[in-house]
């Protein structure tokens, strides 16, 4: 029998749905929810669940969190939660007010790109050689940068490497998605798209199709951050969410 995703739930106001990336969880959003962000807004912080395997569902995951509410709410989705964001608001546009999308690492055309692939056969390789931990590690520099992986806590570094079948089960999850981009420009939810000025360069792409096909779409680039921007700039986060939903 398949489990209801675990839900952090946080403040009061707008209901605003936290997605997290890969080799994470709720705690992503820890700044977010001991912010002042929760004198403002109803944060739900959920953990993806284990036992899925497709993108629709960790969406229709996020929709079910909504409940019998039928208010339009905000959804903010990281990495791969980003998808997760962007699968929902196409296919229940009624139950969502916007998106921010925090580089969706999904290929910027219709097929799966080359660096998709090399990623999933990479992490496999070294999980077969070298275990888990090496494997998620792999995957955690590659996509953050060395850089940003040895700023992370040693904490937060042993969490996120023992998430390695999340992780292998999320990138094949990438490669099994499809876009459909010419089905954005139906999409009229507006949609924030944020990317980091010191991200990986393969995010941008992806940014620039989504922005020339979501017709409501606006895209920024936060300063000195990279691919965890909210974390990294939780401040410049927490202003362009409140620009964003209108109560800046």
């Known amino acids: 029998m398949a489990t209801a995703p675990h839900v952090v739930t946080v403040g009061e106001g707008p209901r605003v749905v936290l997605v997290h990336g890969s080799a994470a969880d709720h705690t992503t959003w820890s700044i977010q929810l001991a912010s002042s962000l929760r004198s403002r807004y109803t944060l739900h912080a959920i953990d993806r669940r284990t036992d899925v395997t497709e993108v629709s569902d960790h969406a229709d995951d996020v929709v079910a969190i909504l409940g019998a509410d039928l208010a339009p709410a905000f959804v903010v989705g990281s990495s791969f939660g980003a998808v997760v964001a962007l699968d929902a608001v196409r296919r229940h546009p009624t139950r969502f007010a916007g998106a921010v999308l925090i580089e969706p690492p999904m ?33 955690l520099r590659t996509v953050l940068g060395d850089a940003a992986y040895e700023r992370m806590p040693r904490a937060y570094q042993d969490r996120s490497k ?25 999409v009229t939810t507006p949609v924030q798209l944020l990317g980091g000025e010191r991200s990986a360069a393969y995010f941008r792409p992806t940014l620039d199709a989504l922005a020339a096909h979501l017709p409501a779409a606006r895209l920024d680039l936060i300063p000195g951050a990279g691919h965890m ?6 401040r410049k986060f927490a202003e362009v969410l409140d620009r964003f939903t209108g109560l800046a």
């Open 107 to 139: 290929a910027p055309t219709n097929e799966p790109t080359a660096d998709q692939q090399l990623l999933l056969a990479g992490f496999d390789a070294r999980r077969a050689a070298a275990g888990d931990e090496a494997a998620a590690e792999l995957f």
């Open 162 to 186: 023992a998430k390695a079948p999340q992780i292998r089960a999320d990138c094949a999850a990438l490669l099994a998605y499809r876009p459909r981009y010419e089905e954005l420009r139906s």
């Open 229 to 234: 921007l909210h974390a990294e700039a939780h």
